[in-house]
């Protein structure tokens, strides 16, 4: 045991070749490693940051698509909202002016009714006045012939035809009123 120890505080004392460290081996590994794989590993993950890439890109530019497809629908809204606006100002303006054109109107169409109204009126008036003046008239020669034959039948003695002279007047009034 003594000359084993010995013999291993005599190799101990040796330094161990760089190659024969285990920080060696393990860069080794690595170099050895990525040497064989890395060209694979950076491509694959290469390849997946291009697709994430392209991905991000793409939904970008259909963000920016949809953004300006929504700027332009709102434009034609906005127009067409315009447009509704002064159509609809234009629809109250005519009906405005119908109304005051139908207002004068009815007011022309009532005075020429009114007139014809009353010159109806003031013709059925004169009608009836002459109707009236007529049965007057027809009633008058009525009493008068009546008051002549009443004459010419009796005897026209003074005091009788005197008589029948105011009897006839009394009773022509009587007609007439």
Known sequence: MIISQAFA???SA???PFYATTSFIVAGAFVLFFVFF???????VGAMLDDRSDKIKA???????LREEAQE???EYERKQHEAISEAENII???REEAARLAVEAADQLEASLKRSEQLAMERIKQAEAQALGEVRATAVDVAIQATRQILETD????????????SIKELEEKLH
């Open 14 to 16: 040796l330094p161990e």
């Open 73 to 75: 629908l709102l434009a």
């Open 38 to 44: 890395g060209k694979k590993l950076f491509g694959a």
């Open 156 to 167: 026209l003695s003074g005091s009788k035809s005197k008589e029948l002279i105011d009897g």
């Open 93 to 95: 303006t005519a009906a």
């Open 59 to 65: 939904e970008l530019d259909e963000a920016a698509r």
């Open 9 to 11: 505080a005599e190799t």
